[in-house]
């Protein structure tokens, strides 16, 4: 007996749905998404555009300004207090040590070298307001170590000289450079005052003296730098 167009029709979609029905799901397969390595190597070509496209804002921040600095070569005349507190002495007197040691290097005579002792870091920043206003020096060295205990006494002395040395610098007008270490135990204070981590009254002292704050002394640097003499910048 001979079927109909019709009926053979339905009779393929039937056996169709019936495969699909049968058939096991399989999870879509994602599409494939490649990331650069941060390590690839780039298009010079890439380079170049953004080499172009950063150079005039290197040019119109450098061409033709000048730049104040502080030298570390011209220290004639220069004279600083340094505030010590007597407080974990061990440890400021390492930090005091290292900062005269380095004065003593950039050929800052000791003669214009002032310290004072103070009980604790809390008591510094007074003292360096005072000295900053005396007007007798171009740098204040503010050096001290607080260590952390079991109470909150370390969080209080440790904002309180914190923001206290800023304050100072900023009402005399003299720059107070804070050297007041805030460890959480002896070992950082000493691996900091002379240890593997250096020290860091030296490096007081050497922000000091490199603080662009005796005009008359330390001469403005000026550049005029051609745009065509700039260096490449590093593209990342």
Not at 34 to 62: G, K, T
Not at 88 to 95: A, F, G
Not at 149 to 161: E, I, K, L
Request: proline content about 7%.
């Amino acid at each position: 007996m001979a079927t109909s167009p019709a009926t053979s029709s339905a009779a393929a979609r039937a056996s169709s749905f019936a495969r699909l029905s049968n058939a096991p799901l399989r999870a879509p397969r994602a599409a494939a998404v490649s990331f650069p390595s941060p390590n690839s190597a780039r298009p010079a070509a890439l380079v170049a555009d953004a080499r172009a496209s950063r150079l005039p804002v290197v040019a119109a921040a450098a061409a033709g300004h000048q730049r104040l600095m502080g030298s570390l070569t011209n220290t004639e005349g220069l004279r600083f207090a340094v505030v010590v507190a007597r407080f974990n002495e061990i440890v400021t007197n390492l930090l005091l040590q290292g900062a005269l040691e380095a004065f003593e290097r950039y050929s800052v005579k000791a003669e214009n070298i002032t310290v004072v002792s103070v009980p604790g870091s809390f008591e510094i920043p007074v003292a360096a307001q005072k000295l900053g206003k005396s007007g007798k020096y171009d740098a204040i060295l503010c050096i001290g170590a607080v260590i952390r205990g079991d109470t909150t006494h370390y969080d209080a002395v440790a904002n309180s000289a914190a923001s206290g040395v800023l304050n100072a610098g900023l009402s005399a007008g003299v720059p107070c450079v804070f050297g007041v270490l805030t460890c959480d135990d002896m070992d950082q204070a000493l691996n900091r005052a002379g240890g593997k981590a250096g020290n860091k009254g030296a490096e007081t002292a050497i922000t000091a003296v490199s603080t662009p704050f005796a005009w008359e002394v330390n001469q403005p640097v000026y550049f005029h730098c051609p745009p065509d003499e700039l260096p490449s910048p590093v593209v990342d």
